[in-house]
């Protein structure tokens, strides 16, 4: 058996430069988005890795430019919008790509708090404690709240139609399980969508879109 300062000597060391480079690292990981990201990288979808302890689903490229292009449209000029857990779509908003989107201001609603890297437009929710929110956000602010909630259940939906009902001057859209049908309509008055929303990776449950207004996401 080797004594003690063998022991010692055979303990492995970094090197000054490696234990800088490792603890930026780890920085990197914390704040969620890398500082020497250009901004069409840091607002492409998927810029931060899903989190499933959160059920963090992100929607496929081609989803989130639909509902952006969607909740632009019904905003109007001028017009606010909240993503309430729907990071996807309010990064898809911010990349510049969608016609329309420098026109109207966003904000999103997260209870991931790598998201605040995004500034003064991350707002941190946690469905919880549904009105609990910032003094600066006023009830009936947002001309469009598209809401994700991140559980299939009526508990977590009921909460989350709190804060909506709060948010939202009027038009909803709600991306959730089909299963949620139902209890969506009785809650805020929505219909499915023919539209069919995808995502980064399969989900097992069939996923829908729902709104209280007349869309195009309809037929």
């Not at 299939?152 to 038009?171: F, H, M, P, Q, R």
């Not at 995808?198 to 097992?204: D, E, F, G, V």
């Amino acid at each position: 058996m080797n004594n003690s300062d063998d022991d010692d000597d055979d303990v492995p060391t970094l090197s000054a430069h490696t234990l800088a480079a490792l603890q930026e690292f780890y920085n990197e990981t914390r704040t969620g988005l890398d500082h020497n990201q250009t901004q069409s990288d840091q607002f492409a979808v998927g810029a931060l890795e899903e989190d499933w302890r959160m059920s963090q689903f992100w929607y496929s490229d081609e989803t989130a430019a639909q509902l952006a292009e969607e909740v632009v449209r019904e905003a109007g000029v001028g017009g606010r919008i909240a993503c309430l857990s729907a990071p996807s779509v309010y990064q898809k908003l911010k990349q510049g790509v969608v016609d329309g989107s420098d026109r109207v201001s966003a904000v999103v609603l997260e209870y991931d708090r790598r998201f605040a890297t995004y500034g003064d437009e991350f707002i941190f929710y946690d469905y919880n404690e549904p009105l609990s929110l910032p003094p600066d956000v006023a009830p009936q602010s947002f001309d469009v709240v598209l809401a994700d909630p991140p559980y299939l259940s009526e508990e977590c939906l009921n909460k989350v139609a709190k804060t909506i009902k709060y948010l939202s001057k009027g038009k909803v859209l709600l991306c959730t399980g089909a299963i949620m049908e139902k209890f969506a309509k009785e809650l805020l008055g929505v219909k499915i969508c023919s539209f069919l929303p995808k995502h980064n990776r399969n989900l097992s449950n069939e996923f829908r879109c729902f709104v209280n207004y007349p869309s195009r996401l309809l037929s």
